[in-house]
């Protein structure tokens, strides 16, 4: 290569870097401004109605936000029933249980919350532990009560997955979801970017939401 070509191929190196740089600093100063949507994203959440129960899915934080925030629906009226789903947590205990203990504190009575095991009914003990089981588990449960509507509180990045499976399962039965959102200490949906557990929730949730299209077309 003549030594002139050799300092054009030089320049034009040096220029798409410095284009590459540009860019990739100007992502970098606009996280600001478009990371936020982004978070946003994995949420859904329809206006409320009156319902038949509200249900609050398994996976709830280590402070109970997800029951903390069924059982304020609860009191106030948008639905009789309250309903969680239950799953194993370690040693003996349950979701279940904690939830009705939960709902102790916040001066509910246990009895008036219904569990909804969540293993399989096979007998065999063996944790159905996706959404879509549980989905299928919660369907069965609210046909047996003729329920015609639901709301569905899960976290916050869990709505958007869990609203597009319920909606798949339970139209087909003639009964409505309304999934509502709570707040989750494992993700800050303004500043997810910044925290590594946020982000890892973030990933890993895109992945299920991507995986969900797989498994239920």
Request: glycine share 4%; hydrophobic share 50%; with cysteine.
């Amino acid at each position: 290569m003549a030594p002139r070509d050799m300092k054009l191929t030089k320049k034009r190196a040096l220029l798409v870097f410095l284009l590459l740089f540009v860019c990739w600093l100007a992502l970098h100063v606009a996280r600001p401004l478009y990371l936020p949507f982004l978070g946003e994203f994995l949420i859904s959440a329809d206006p409320l109605e009156k319902a038949d129960a509200i249900i609050v899915l398994a996976g709830d934080d280590a402070v109970g936000s997800r029951v903390a925030e069924a059982v304020s629906l609860w009191r106030a009226g948008w639905a009789e029933v309250l309903m969680v789903s239950d799953a194993p947590i370690a040693w003996g205990v349950t979701s279940g249980e904690l939830a009705r203990q939960q709902a102790a504190v916040l001066g509910i009575s246990p009895t008036q919350i219904v569990v909804v095991s969540n293993r399989s009914p096979a007998g065999r003990g063996l944790l159905l532990d996706s959404t879509l089981s549980e989905s299928r588990l919660l369907l069965a449960e609210c046909q047996k009560r003729n329920f015609r509507a639901i709301i569905v509180v899960t976290s916050n990045f869990h709505t958007r997955r869990a609203k597009r499976i319920f909606d798949r399962l339970f139209k087909d039965a003639g009964i409505r979801v309304l999934m509502h959102p709570s707040a989750d200490m494992s993700f800050r949906v303004d500043h997810w970017w910044t925290r590594r557990a946020d982000a890892r929730m973030w990933l890993l949730e895109m992945e299920k939401l991507a995986f969900s299209y797989v498994e239920l077309p």
